[in-house]
């Protein structure tokens, strides 16, 4: 029914940035609260930061000031820049959508395949 796709992971030495993007795609007939999350290797998986539709934006600790979301409603895409990484930013990042579907309406929570992101030298 909705597919989320990201792109834009890789390796990346400390200090440097990249920027995730997660497109949605399918039945859709409106997009509620879009989302990053990482994982790292026997860690559990965390919030990295959440947009609203209407663009609201909150961002974790970890990564206040240097990781931003942004979102482009009309392409339902997601993005997340990523500034200044650091080695403690490895992980793979998982996209999310809260995403009411055409048809029966019903509203559910959808989820990317997730991108690797290294940092290392």
């Known amino acids: 029914q909705v597919q989320l796709v990201e792109s834009g992971g890789g390796l990346v030495q400390p200090g440097g940035s990249l920027r995730l993007s997660c497109a949605a795609s399918?039945?859709?007939?409106?997009?509620?609260?879009m989302g990053w999350y990482r994982q790292a290797p026997g860690k559990e998986r965390e919030l990295v930061a959440l947009i609203s539709s209407g663009g609201s934006a909150n961002h974790a600790d970890s990564v206040k000031g240097r990781f931003t979301i942004s979102r482009d409603n009309a392409k339902n895409t997601v993005y997340l820049q990523m500034n200044s990484l650091k080695p403690e930013d490895t992980a793979v990042y998982l996209c999310?959508?809260?995403?009411?579907?055409?048809?029966?309406?019903?509203?559910?929570?959808?989820w990317g395949q997730g991108t690797q992101v290294t940092v290392s030298s």
């Open positions: 399918g039945r859709i007939f409106s997009i509620r609260n």
């Open positions: 999310n959508a809260d995403i009411i579907v055409t048809g029966n309406l019903l509203l559910n929570r959808y």
